[in-house]
Each structure stands twice: as C-alpha cells, then as structure tokens.
C-alpha cells in the first residue's frame, strides 16, 4: 500500500534523529566513484539550481549517508520530476551491518514509490 504523500512528505520532515559521525570519506569521493563507474554526470545542475548528484541516461540519483536514508528519497523524487529519469538512491553504508536498519527503511518506502536502491561502502 502506498502511503499518502503529505504522510511521506512528513516522515521525511521528521528525519531519524540519528547523529551524524565523523565519516570515512566525504560523499563527495563516493559520488564520484560510482558515477563514474555508471558513465554519468556528476552534479548536473537543473534550471533551478538544484544539483544532482549523479546523472544517468537512465536515473537521476541521489547519494545520501544510511543515517540520512529520508531525506534521500524526497531529493531523488524531486530530481527524476525534473529531470524526467527514474528516480535512484545510493545509500552510503559506511557502518556495516549498523547501518543495515537504515537501509530496510529506505527500502521499505522505495519499493512504493518505485526508486531504484544501490548501497556503496568504503573500499577495503
């Protein structure tokens, strides 16, 4: 069942709460690996001067830290509105296993709303 969008707009005001570490890399480092690896462009600009992270031929994705798994999804939503691609999240995944609760959240709303999920993790 697909949940009402002002409801799914509101989950996504509320965040996790979760506070943000120090992380390994900036997201920056995995948006330009994984970008490259897919043949996008990184941080296209859309006429309102709004960046995504990586674009495509296929997807408009955004790359968000697991702890930031919400705002992910109203970022990816707005860029494939405007850009006309499906929409992507790659969730960066640095905690392991810790962050596994994060991604089943994400994944749980994506399956809804149809957004492509990837996970990135630091290179070991």
Same mark, same amino acid.
């Given at each position: 069942?697909?949940?009402?969008?002002?409801?799914?707009?509101?989950?996504?005001?509320?965040?996790?709460?979760?506070?943000?570490?120090?992380?390994?890399?900036?997201?920056k480092?995995?948006?330009?690996?994984w970008?490259? !690896?897919?043949? %996008?462009?990184l941080?296209? @600009? $859309? +006429?309102?001067? =709004?960046?995504?992270?990586?674009?495509?031929d296929?997807?408009?994705?955004?790359?968000?830290?697991?702890?930031?798994?919400?705002?992910?999804?109203?970022?990816?939503?707005?860029?494939?509105?405007?850009?006309?691609?499906?929409?992507?999240?790659?969730?960066?995944?640095?905690?392991? !296993?810790?962050? %596994?609760?994060?991604?089943? @959240? $994400? +994944?749980?709303? =994506?399956?809804?709303?149809?957004?492509?999920v990837?996970?990135?993790?630091?290179?070991?």
């Amino acid at each position: 069942m697909k949940l009402p969008l002002l409801i799914l707009m509101a989950l996504l005001m509320i965040g996790t709460g979760a506070s943000q570490a120090a992380h390994l890399y900036p997201e920056k480092h995995y948006q330009k690996l994984w970008c490259d !690896d897919h043949k %996008g462009v990184l941080e296209f @600009r $859309l +006429q309102d001067g =709004a960046r995504v992270d990586c674009l495509t031929d296929e997807y408009a994705v955004e790359f968000d830290f697991a702890t930031k798994w919400a705002e992910s999804i109203g970022q990816a939503l707005y860029y494939a509105g405007m850009t006309g691609k499906r929409p992507g999240v790659v969730l960066i995944m640095e905690r392991g !296993d810790d962050d %596994g609760r994060y991604l089943k @959240r $994400l +994944q749980s709303v =994506a399956d809804q709303y149809g957004i492509q999920v990837w996970t990135t993790r630091p290179e070991e």
